[in-house]
């Protein structure tokens, strides 16, 4: 048998890393320092109100969970239509997964006001509430993502001196297909259910509408790949090595593209439905409402349809574009801003137009506008300090653009 | 008014509904495009490289 040295992966401590490590220190500082802050206060250190009580934690939660969809999206290629080339890429897609839905639990854990009952929706079940649902589908789909991405841990030098583990991630690898399934079935249920939790809120005049699932699920699959795309690209600059055959991220960003596309169609006939065909006094009132105190049309074409939408298209799917891998990247993060715009708008902007009747009111809250506290910045800089460690430690240390038959032949 | 949500049916019917027909409509598309020739098993060859070794 062949036996190979493995080179032990080190930090090197050049002028780069240290100013890196540096400002990943700075932000998760300011992250646990505004959480504690938030824990021993309460939420009255931020700046959420009876009017608009969801505002940019629940936006970070929304938009990571809908940029972390590639795990799914590109699961499925692999194992419902057997694309294997794509199998090279899985890995990523699940780490980037993990790591949207930890950020997403962060912030929520933030956001709930008794973190210590972060595991009340596990014991009593409310099955009325779409809340519930979720919290039971981004739990458990959590959960498959890290057994899914387990082997990976495994096959690290930290383990070798441990072949029980070893052999059991191997196993563990065997049923990755089944998790990846299941996990597809979880994600379809909770991508869409987030837009139903706005799609139920009646008295909201604009976004009470059936579209809202659809659009949250359509937009997830749309740009989830795209972000893993990037990442691969991403990393692959700052590793100095080829990690996934640029054609494969060429054809991620075309599905991409095309997602955005059927995005875009349901999006316009949403628009129309709303402002035209459904028209009624309520969401023009509301559509005044929001003009008057955010810049909700500015956010809508600029953000949603510019940046998020038409940029992206065009850059994944012209050909002088995408052979471009720096443009390639360029278009999906304008997407992702695109989603976290989008994101934001549905919740904020939805809260400030208030109901005309709250149950334990007796009058009608005034419309109030909502600008995150300084607190509230500190937990979302916390928040992507922690992603910026999770890619700088995986990337480093753990095999996640080799295959498990790969890292068997090497031992 | 009764809530519909608690009914079984419509949850079981949510369940096919939002899940399980989804996943059958892939499987069948897959079908397809797999007798069809557009997947094929040896589509490796597609990329401009195959992964090299990290090592």
């Keep these: 048998m062949t036996s190979i040295t493995l080179r032990k992966r080190r930090f090197e401590f050049t002028p780069g890393t240290i100013f890196w490590f540096g400002l990943i220190g700075l932000l998760l500082f300011i992250g646990i320092v505004s959480a504690l802050i938030v824990f021993k206060e309460g939420l009255v250190v931020t700046n959420l109100t009876n009017t608009v009580p969801w505002g940019l934690w629940i936006t970070i939660d929304l938009s990571s969970i809908a940029l972390g969809a590639g795990a799914f999206t590109l699961s499925a290629v692999v194992y419902i239509f057997g694309i294997q080339r794509f199998r090279s890429i ?12 930890t950020s997403a639990l962060l912030t929520l854990v933030m956001d709930i006001g008794r973190p210590d009952r972060f595991w009340h929706p596990w014991v009593y079940w409310n099955v009325h509430s779409v809340l519930w649902e979720i919290t039971w589908c981004i739990t458990l789909y959590l959960t498959i993502m890290l057994v899914e991405f387990a082997p990976v841990i495994v096959e690290s030098r930290f383990f070798n001196n441990r072949p029980g583990l070893r052999r059991f991630g191997h196993q563990l690898h065997k049923v990755a297909p089944f998790l990846a399934v299941a ?5 379809l249920l909770h991508q869409s259910s987030l837009g139903a939790t706005y799609g139920i809120i009646k008295a909201r005049p604009i976004w009470f509408k059936p579209s809202m699932p659809i659009m949250f699920i359509v937009s997830a699959i749309a740009v989830g790949p795209a972000v893993t795309m990037a990442v691969a690209y991403i990393l692959e600059w700052v590793s100095g090595k080829r990690t996934v055959a640029h054609e494969l991220l060429r054809t991620i960003a075309r599905f991409s593209g095309l997602g955005l596309l059927v995005y875009a169609y349901i999006k316009f ?5 709303v402002t035209y065909y459904g028209a009624t006094p309520g969401s023009e009132l509301a559509f005044r409402t ?5 810049p909700y049309g500015f956010g809508f074409w600029v953000g949603e349809v510019f940046f998020g939408i038409l940029l992206p298209v065009l850059i994944f799917l012209l050909p002088r574009f995408n ?7 360029f278009g999906a993060l304008s997407a992702a801003a695109g989603i976290l715009i989008n994101r934001w708008n549905v919740t904020v902007s939805g809260l400030i137009v208030p109901v005309s009747y709250s149950p334990g009111t007796e009058y009608m809250l005034p419309p109030q506008a909502y600008t995150p506290a300084l607190i509230e910045w500190g937990v979302a800089l916390g928040v992507i300090g922690y992603i910026f460690l999770v890619f700088t430690l995986a990337s480093r240390f753990l095999p996640i653009f080799e295959t498990s038959e790969e890292t068997q032949k090497l031992s | 008014m009764s809530n519909t949500i608690a009914n079984p049916f419509i949850i079981t019917l949510m369940l096919v509904g939002r899940c399980l027909v989804p996943l059958g409509i892939m499987l069948i598309i897959s079908h397809y495009l797999h007798k069809w020739g557009w997947i094929t098993d040896n589509n490796h060859a597609d990329g401009d490289v195959h992964n090299p070794p990290l090592l």
């Excluded at chain 1, 899985?90 to 839905?101: D, M």
């Excluded at chain 1, 996990?183 to 994600?187: D, Q």
């Excluded at chain 1, 052979?323 to 990247?329: D, E, G, I, N, Y």
């Design chain 1, 90 to 101: 899985i890995r990523l897609a699940v780490l980037v997964g993990v790591a949207g839905y």
């Design chain 1, 269 to 273: 006939w949403d628009l129309l439905a």
């Design chain 1, 323 to 329: 052979r471009k891998p720096a443009l390639l990247v």
């Design chain 1, 183 to 187: 996990g597809l079935l979880i994600s």
């Design chain 1, 290 to 294: 929001l003009n008057l105190f955010t």
